[in-house]
């Protein structure tokens, strides 16, 4: 069986840092994408970063320059490095995985969200 368990989720004050960690557990042959999504309140779920298994990353406009991505390919584990908060980051973060997994060859799996909320 296939999870994403994620931790590192909080409450910061704006100008903070947190650092979230996402474990993949369960039948793993590659991962060829891993990510991080957020969801704030009454908006739609939104990606924040993402990083393929040759390196490769990619941010939106909004983080880049405040958030990292970083993968332990080993450990089978994504982290996020959030720098200099702002209350627009609050929300829910949810890990992503898409790769040959589980037994699927494109499978894709999120994880069950982490609450972030950054105080003004």
């Known amino acids: 069986q296939v999870q994403l368990v994620e931790s590192g989720g909080g409450l910061v004050q704006a100008g903070g840092s947190l650092k979230l960690s996402c474990k993949l557990s369960?039948?793993?042959?590659?991962?060829?994408?891993m990510s991080w999504y957020r969801e704030a309140p009454g908006k739609q779920r939104e990606l924040v970063a993402s990083s393929n298994y040759g390196g490769m990353t990619n941010y939106p406009d909004s983080v880049k320059g405040r958030f990292t991505i970083s993968r332990d390919n080993a450990q089978r584990t994504v982290y996020l490095q959030m720098n200099n908060m702002k209350s627009e980051d609050t929300g829910v973060y949810f890990c992503?995985?898409?790769?040959?997994?589980?037994?699927?060859?494109?499978?894709?799996?999120w994880g069950q969200g982490t609450q972030v909320t950054v105080s003004s």
């Open positions: 369960g039948s793993t042959f590659s991962i060829r994408t």
């Open positions: 992503y995985v898409r790769g040959y997994v589980g037994g699927i060859r494109d499978g894709e799996f």
